[in-house]
């Protein structure tokens, strides 16, 4: 029973074009949420985050979107760059615990 | 200042054997994270720290894993008479407390392979 879905695996979009990268989660307790990027060999890397209170958050080229009512959260990257090619997770946290919950991932290419 | 750090790397082992993962974490960070990803599948939490002590156990497979930390730094998480089931990839992760929502620093991950 997955709580956190990120329902593609796989992701190609060409340089300087928007990635964008597509997390559903299904409880209704997770008030926090985070993006982590993961190369091959290494372990996650936090990205951005975005709180419950908030629908948006933008950090330089990423931006999260969080569509609370359609329990959603997407990732857009503008511009894509090929070092942006990696293994895309999204977390969620309820407010107390530190019980993060990752989805599967999604694995984005960015071609030149 | 290095980050997380886990040891061994790679481990290979037989069915019914033991196995102890290491991870320091980075200095100061109080609260200290185990995870393990399964090929194919996103991170599953096992266990998290603050301090020495566990308030979260909750993510620990079965009674054939435990985790220790001592000093507040390095942990250590043993796996008894490991089952092929146990192969995934074991990342450590620590932060500079366990307040919610604080960002989690992972190590590289130990790949765990039982044969």
């Known amino acids: 029973d997955q709580q956190v879905k990120q329902n593609s695996p796989s992701l190609s979009v060409q340089e300087g074009r928007i990635s964008i990268l597509n997390c559903d989660y299904t409880?209704?307790?997770?008030?926090?949420f985070l993006w982590y990027k993961k190369y091959p060999a290494e372990g996650p890397t936090f990205l951005i985050s975005i709180s419950s209170i908030k629908d948006k958050n933008e950090d330089g080229r990423f931006t999260v979107f969080l569509n609370k009512s359609a329990k959603h959260l997407s990732l857009h990257i503008v511009p894509s760059q090929p070092g942006d090619s990696a293994v895309y997770f999204c977390a969620a946290n309820r407010n107390y615990g530190q019980n993060f919950v990752f989805g599967p991932g999604t694995r984005l290419s960015v071609l030149p | 200042g290095a980050g997380v750090s886990q040891s061994p790397s790679n481990k290979v082992t037989e069915k019914g054997k033991d196995v102890e993962l290491r991870c320091d974490p980075i200095s100061g960070h109080t609260a200290l994270y185990w995870y393990r990803q399964r090929l194919g599948q996103g991170l599953e939490f096992l266990i998290y720290f603050q301090g020495n002590s566990a308030p979260d156990k909750s993510g620990l497979p079965s009674d054939r894993f435990s985790a220790e930390r001592t000093g507040g730094s390095v942990s250590t998480l043993t796996i008894q008479r490991t089952q092929q089931e146990d192969s995934a990839v074991y990342l450590c992760?620590?932060?500079?407390?366990?307040?919610?929502?604080?960002?989690?620093?992972f190590g590289p991950g130990t790949r765990l392979l039982v044969l």
């Open positions: 409880n209704s307790m997770f008030d926090y």
């Open positions: 992760a620590s932060s500079p407390s366990d307040r919610v929502g604080e960002t989690q620093y």
